[in-house]
């Protein structure tokens, strides 16, 4: 919307509808709901159209145009320049804030305040900015509301964020380019809308679904984990977590699969320095898309074989949103560290096994739900060089990406937070040779402290 031409020409957004509208923005948007409807049904010879679901959609996609544009009469031909100007006349203007976040008004008040720290971006930067060694250690800073927020009515402090260069949940990272270029709320938005309608005519859609690929050692079966009055597994366990991480869908684990035993051709590579077999997630996702139930909103194999990705060596976890399918290994054999004569293969689930399993399936899962890599904060979307790169990042969502997800999970931020530091409590105190479990209980409790504050 903010870069290509004023006109939307042959743009697919159903299976079975097309809309064509030769028209700029301010012709579609001085269309009447009938003369929208006509010009959609009649190019799509639509006998039984379901009307209001459709131009919901529409009208909500000019809706959040205006709000880009940051007034209601401004021509596309002027959005670039135009957002660029308010920007550079005031990075922190509430319309800003509103394209990085969203609307809180029908928000609970909790989730007003977190969200209301996403303005450290457009008010404050780092200087280094990106991701390196120390970002994990410096996202951990409590941030202390003012002393003269006290006084203000509860919702008067939940959209104050003076005083948090002192101390910060999230730490933002450089600007590098105008706030348009990088995904926002309302840019994450329009895209689901318009992935919208590819399933209006389809169930809805709220269970992800865990798919363990081939076998797996002696050591990871015999994996147990207390939780409560419960022994679970490591898949259990992953399951459990990510249950937590995406409240308000149905997480579920899918029988174990053989990839020789279905006949679908994946292909497999030796890696000339590893000397281990790999297998091509690219390959992978039509694969898992298949396998994925008619009630699934998207799908992720989990592969103790390393996976690598067309034209590259090794990697972690990749999703395609096309396939709605993601992947992840446990990482064994990264190129970059790989040295023969002194590596030793992984021969028990320990802390670090665990914390890779759990950042690298919330991340990929993320993913498929159509977040980006951010831009923004110190985030556990951060976009990663090596396995070491990604392990050091946070576990947790900045604002701007924590919003997305809620939006599309429906969870309340407060309560998710509340199970995630029940369910990390019981991990670190089963797996303390990992310190970052214990780091995440830290962040937890400062976080929880301020939203109760």
């Known amino acids: 919307f903010l870069d290509d031409s004023t006109k939307v020409t042959n743009e697919v957004l159903h299976p079975t509808i097309t809309i064509n509208f030769r028209y700029n923005i301010q012709l579609i948007r001085n269309l009447s709901t009938q ?10 010879n639509l006998s039984q159209p379901n009307e209001i679901q459709i131009l919901d959609l529409l009208l909500n996609l000019l809706l959040q145009i205006d709000l880009v544009m940051g007034q209601n009469n401004t021509s596309l031909d002027h959005v670039e320049g135009h957002t660029e100007n308010l920007q550079e006349q005031n990075a922190s203007t509430e319309n800003d804030f509103q394209f990085l976040i969203g609307r809180l008004e029908d ?33 951990f800073k409590v941030y202390h509301p003012p002393q003269t927020a006290r006084e203000h009515s509860p919702d008067e402090q939940g959209s104050s964020v003076q005083g948090v260069n002192s101390g910060m949940l999230d730490t933002p990272l450089r600007k590098s380019a105008p706030l348009h270029h990088f995904q926002t709320f309302v840019q994450w938005k329009a895209a689901q809308d318009l992935n919208n309608f590819y399933s ?7 269970n992800i679904y865990l798919q363990p690929i081939n076998a ?36 579920l684990t899918l029988p174990p699969v053989t990839i020789d035993d279905t006949k679908e051709e994946v292909r497999t590579r030796v890696h000339p320095v590893t000397e281990n077999q790999q297998l091509c997630v690219n390959d992978l996702y039509p694969f898992l898309q298949r396998l994925l139930p008619l009630n699934g909103l998207c799908i992720m194999g989990i592969s103790w074989t390393d996976i690598y990705p067309e034209g590259h060596n090794f990697t972690l ?23 023969a004569s002194t590596y030793k293969d992984i021969e ?46 946070p576990l947790f ?52 402290s301020y939203l109760n504050s």
């Open 35 to 44: 003369e929208l409807s006509v010009v959609i049904y009649n190019q799509n």
């Open 317 to 339: 976890g990749e999703a395609s949103v096309q396939h709605r399918a993601a992947s992840v290994s446990f990482g064994r054999f990264e190129f970059k560290d790989f040295n």
């Open 216 to 251: 797996f050692p002696e050591f990871v079966h015999s994996f147990s984990l207390k939780s409560q009055s419960l022994e679970l597994g490591l898949f259990e366990t992953v399951q459990a977590f990510l249950q937590v991480f995406f409240c308000g869908l149905e997480v």
């Open 348 to 393: 028990q689930i320990d802390g670090a096994v665990l914390w890779k399993l759990l950042k690298s399936s919330s991340h990929e899962l993320c993913h498929l739900l159509g977040l980006q890599h951010c831009t923004f904060f110190q985030c556990a979307m951060n976009e990663s060089a090596s396995v070491g790169e990604a392990m050091d990042q």
């Open 397 to 448: 969502l900045c604002p701007v990406c924590l919003r997305k997800l809620q939006k599309a999970c429906g969870f309340d931020v407060l309560e998710r937070y509340l199970l995630l530091q029940k369910f990390l409590t019981g991990v670190a105190d089963q797996m303390p040779d990992e310190i970052k479990f214990q780091e995440c209980l830290k962040w937890l409790d400062k976080c929880i």
């Open 107 to 139: 928000l609970p008040n909790s989730a007003r305040r977190l969200f209301s720290l996403g303005k450290q971006y457009l008010t404050t930067g780092s200087k280094d900015g990106g991701a390196g060694e120390d970002n994990f250690c410096s996202l």
């Open 200 to 206: 209006l005519c389809l169930p809805k859609r709220q």
